[in-house]
């Protein structure tokens, strides 16, 4: 299980503190599965640093199966290079069905393009991650 209690990071950018990521509660149960969307720059690359023990100066804490997670442990960085990966392949609209499909859930097209709507990413709909990332200045 991955438990992130009071997870708080800060980058430091020019002199100046940037804070992406603020107080975030999240249990993932083993063998579950999560979904970590949002616009860019919201910190999601970062969770996943935590997550697999790249970054470690973080406010909170961060366990997977109850212990504590560990910058030096591969089993964990390669955990997190999985969740990364998962879905590079689908366009984005059907990352955001994925969590759905993979529970036997309905998908109701509305309440997806509501969500999209609601984190600002409906214009990547379409498009893989990995074109999201490159350009979106056109989308």
């Known amino acids: 299980m991955i438990d992130l209690q009071h997870l708080s990071y800060t980058y430091v950018v ?3 503190c940037v804070r992406v ?4 509660n999240m249990r993932v149960q083993t063998g579950g599965v999560c979904s970590v969307i949002g616009p ?3 910190g999601k690359s970062t969770l996943l640093k935590i ?3 790249i970054l470690h100066d973080y406010d909170g804490t961060a366990t997977i199966d109850g212990k504590p997670i560990c910058p030096t442990s591969a089993a964990h960085r ?3 290079a999985k969740l ?8 984005c609209v059907k990352n955001i069905e994925l969590g759905k499909k993979i529970r036997h859930e309905t998908v109701q097209t509305e309440e997806v393009v509501s969500m999209m ?3 600002g990413i409906s214009a990547f709909s379409e498009r893989y991650p990995s074109n ?3 350009d979106n200045s056109s989308a």
Do not use: F, N, V, Y
């Not at 990521?21 to 975030?24: E, G, N, T, Y």
């Not at 990364?84 to 366009?91: G, H, I, S």
């Open 14 to 16: 020019d002199g100046r």
């Open 21 to 24: 990521l603020d107080d975030i």
């Open 40 to 42: 860019s720059g919201c």
């Open 51 to 53: 997550i697999a023990g």
């Open 78 to 80: 390669l955990h997190a």
């Open 84 to 91: 990364r990966t998962l879905a590079m392949e689908k366009l």
């Open 117 to 119: 709507q609601h984190l």
């Open 132 to 134: 999201c990332l490159a």
